[in-house]
Nanobody, 120 residues
Framework: QVQLVESGGGLVQPGGSLRLSCAAS????????MGWYRQAPGKQRELAAV???????NYANSVQGRFTISRDNAKNTVYLQMNSLKPEDTAVYYC??????????????WGQGTQVTVSS
């Protein structure tokens, strides 16, 4: 029902910045929560940041103070501004969206993933 299209990944040197974008297709029901997960090779997928439709945010300790998540509800788009990037930030970043459907429950959608590589 909802398709997520990601963009903005790439190669950056340590200390550099990237901005990820994720646009959700229109749906009958609004998307309540959007976020970014990341997964490095051989590691578990972990939550990097989430944001509610009301603008409340939460960050993983590892990215706190360096990453900023935001959203444009009118555009159904979530962003992740990543500053002061470190090699350990290297991972595939996945956009995530949660949609509450009355009488059904929460539907979860995932983007295709975008590679972020931090290397000198």
């Amino acid at each position: 029902q909802v398709q997520l299209v990601e963009s903005g990944g790439g190669l950056v040197q340590p200390g550099g910045s990237l901005r990820l974008s994720c646009a959700a297709s229109r749906s009958t029901f609004s998307i309540n929560v959007m976020g970014w997960y990341r997964q490095a090779p051989g590691k578990q997928r972990e939550l990097a940041a989430v944001i509610t439709s009301g603008g409340n945010t939460n960050y993983a300790n590892s990215v706190q103070g360096r990453f900023t998540i935001s959203r444009d509800n009118a555009k159904n788009t979530v962003y992740l501004q990543m500053n002061s990037l470190k090699p350990e930030d290297t991972a595939v970043y996945y956009c995530n969206a949660n949609q509450y459907v009355p009488g059904v429950g929460t539907r979860t959608y995932w983007g295709q993933g975008t590679q972020v590589t931090v290397s000198s």
